[in-house]
């Protein structure tokens, strides 16, 4: 009796070695996978588009009535700001000409006793209010996170040392967060940041240098430790070279010419120590602004150092899609991040 064929050879057709030619079986196998492909190929034909969250939405009402704490008492260090001059059509929703920088307080029904620092993208030029900045604060409140939206300064809007200026406020925001932990119903010590593309590079700059004196202490809030308990890492620049850098990145935030040793000082994957705290990493591979080899060298330099870290790249999703498509499996990245998250901040070494 002929030995059935296996599934590759029915994809190639029937051997006359298993199965007789013109036998009834033959034919009725070959029938059976034409039908079952013909299908498949129509269903592949008709695949609906991405269904992404808009970034261009107006920002919603729990944006405006949410607690803002100015970070810093008086003037911004390494000013003096300089309006700069944007397009009349600027969409409202995207944050230029940031003189005096905040977190933007998203507060849960009940607390599950952490805390996220919310770093929005726009490659140093903006900073995105809605999908990346107060959509992603309210789905974390809903799940019990106290979440705080970073509008923070922009480097080329007269600053000086422009390449120091979002870290400033980076840490700075953490240490206030972690001054107001009593006063909001969170733990000190489960203070996360969670950045999207440029702000994705600010939070790996976080991570990595967190205890660079990038300015003079003001007050006791300074006392406080800017090392954030995890970081998410979302489609984030980490080269500011070519290949694999955003240009926009890299020029808003080091200029035209930057000298390599600035270069170097803000390539967190190069500072990546055993200290560095856990990471969690997302991408779409699909990517063309950031390409997904940032988050591969980023993964790479915590593994060498021994770090915690969980990465997920998407087939598709591209660039700036927040908290992901309604219908694509990159719109599960929050889900996942909230059950890391959770054990990175129970398991890890305390702050």
Do not use: C
């Not at 944007?86 to 929703?93: E, H, S, T």
């Amino acid at each position: 009796m002929p030995s059935l064929p296996r599934d590759n050879d029915i994809l190639k057709g029937p051997s006359p070695m298993t199965l007789p030619r013109g036998s009834f079986f033959s034919r009725r196998l070959l029938l059976g996978a034409v039908t079952a492909v013909l299908p498949l190929t129509a269903a592949r034909a008709q695949q609906a588009p991405l269904a992404m969250r808009p970034a261009l939405d107006p920002l919603p009402p729990g944006w405006t009535s949410a607690e803002v704490i100015d970070l810093w008492t008086g003037d911004a260090p390494n000013g003096p700001f300089k309006a700069q001059p944007a397009p009349a059509d600027f969409p409202p929703v995207f944050f230029r000409n940031v003189e005096r920088p905040g977190l933007h307080v998203f507060r849960p029904q009940t607390s599950n006793g952490s805390a996220v620092l919310i770093i929005p993208g726009g490659a140093y030029t903006f900073v995105v209010g809605t999908h990346e900045g107060a959509a992603t604060a309210e789905a974390l409140a809903a799940l019990g996170y106290t979440a705080f939206v970073l509008i923070h300064r922009l480097p080329a809007e007269g600053w000086t040392s422009p390449w120091d200026v979002p870290l400033q406020d980076a840490q700075r925001a953490v240490r206030l967060i972690r001054a107001n932990a009593g006063r909001l119903g969170y733990r000190a010590d489960r203070v996360a940041a969670l950045g999207y593309s440029a702000g994705g590079h600010l939070a790996a700059s976080l991570a990595t240098g967190y205890a660079e004196p990038v300015y003079e202490p003001r007050d006791e809030i300074d006392r406080q430790d800017a090392r954030p308990s995890a970081v998410g890492l979302i489609y984030p620049v980490i080269a500011l070279e070519a290949p694999y850098t955003n240009p926009q990145s890299a020029v808003s935030l080091l200029g035209e010419a930057p000298d390599p040793a600035i270069v170097a000082r803000r390539s967190p994957a190069s500072h990546v120590s055993a200290e560095t705290p856990p990471a969690f990493l997302v991408h779409a591979l699909d990517d063309t602004a950031v390409p997904p080899e940032n988050t591969l060298m980023m993964l790479a330099a915590l593994r060498q150092a021994g770090v915690k870290a969980e990465a997920h790249l998407f087939q598709e999703g591209g660039h700036g899609f927040g908290l992901g498509p309604t219908n694509g499996s990159g719109g599960q990245w929050l889900t996942l991040f909230d059950l890391w998250l959770a054990r990175a901040l129970t398991t890890g070494p305390a702050v």
